[in-house]
């Protein structure tokens, strides 16, 4: 007979750049109980302070990176983990353990010599009670991102980060050494403008995206970027200008508005030199 669970398993994935974290966990929920480290008459609560613990419940979580990551200063090879966690009062420690195999935490079964990385977080605690064990993402850029545990009011962070230049930078390489086409250059030309990278390059590369492209008004938007980041106020306008004359014959309303919003802030700025 198939029962339902108490702590139903979840899957969360999370895009971050080019790179992506995907974990698998069971949620168990507090039901009145007490969670964390002792109770005042000197009972543990259901994760006593010391013990290893498999964030969350049945299996052990098992968090997955398509990519290598960056986690405490400390370099972790792409792969699937156990993520345990030593809670005590004052700080966590947060394990990643190469051997995936073990049931729940493993309890006699887990060997720290197994573990790929092991560091030191502090908890937090909130107003808000989060009544079912809950992992989440937030502050996500094209860089990092941050890994939320919340059961309780206890809450723990950790930073995950990517080199995701790095990664980006060797699939700009590839497609430059192959025959890139107009939309190969814009699209490195954009990338390098949101990422505040290589100005001079990236105007190159969107003028070689218009000469084979021809004009459009996301290309001339992204060179009036570009030409403002390099302080080259004129012709940043006079880009933005014929942005907003092509993106008006495509009905293009919003790309009209940006465009007349940088030309008032480029006036600006060369009205108050």
Request: cysteine-free; proline content about 3%.
């Amino acid at each position: 007979m198939n029962h339902p669970k108490a702590s139903p398993f979840a899957k969360i994935e999370q895009e971050v750049g080019l790179s992506k974290i995907t974990i698998a966990y069971s949620r168990p929920s507090a039901k009145g109980r007490t969670l964390f480290g002792n109770q005042p008459n000197g009972e543990s609560g259901l994760v006593p302070n010391g013990r290893i613990w498999r964030v969350g419940a049945n299996e052990s979580t098992k968090i997955t990176f398509s990519t290598d990551v960056l986690i405490d200063g400390n370099k972790l090879a792409k792969g699937t983990y156990a993520l345990y966690a030593f809670p005590e009062e004052e700080e966590w420690q947060i394990v990643f353990h190469n051997n995936t195999t073990h049931w729940g935490d493993g309890r006699a079964n887990y060997n720290a010599e197994e573990d790929a990385l092991r560091f030191t977080v502090t908890p937090t605690h909130n107003n808000d009670f989060q009544e079912t064990f809950l992992i989440s993402f937030d502050n996500i850029d094209h860089n990092q991102a941050s890994i939320y545990l919340n059961w309780g009011t206890t809450q723990v962070v950790i930073l995950i980060m990517f080199d995701t230049k790095s990664i980006m930078q060797e699939q700009i390489d590839e497609l430059l050494s192959k025959e890139p086409t107009a939309q190969t250059y814009y699209e490195i030309a954009r990338y390098y403008q949101e990422q505040d990278l290589h100005p001079k390059k990236a105007l190159d590369y969107v003028d070689q995206a218009i000469e084979l492209g021809g004009d459009t008004y996301y290309f001339h938007r992204v060179r009036s970027l570009i030409l403002g980041d390099l302080k080259e106020y004129e012709a940043a306008i006079n880009a933005s200008n014929i942005s907003i004359n092509l993106a008006e014959k495509e009905g293009k309303d919003e790309f009209v508005r940006l465009n007349k919003n940088d030309i008032m802030k480029w006036k600006s700025i060369q009205t108050n030199k």
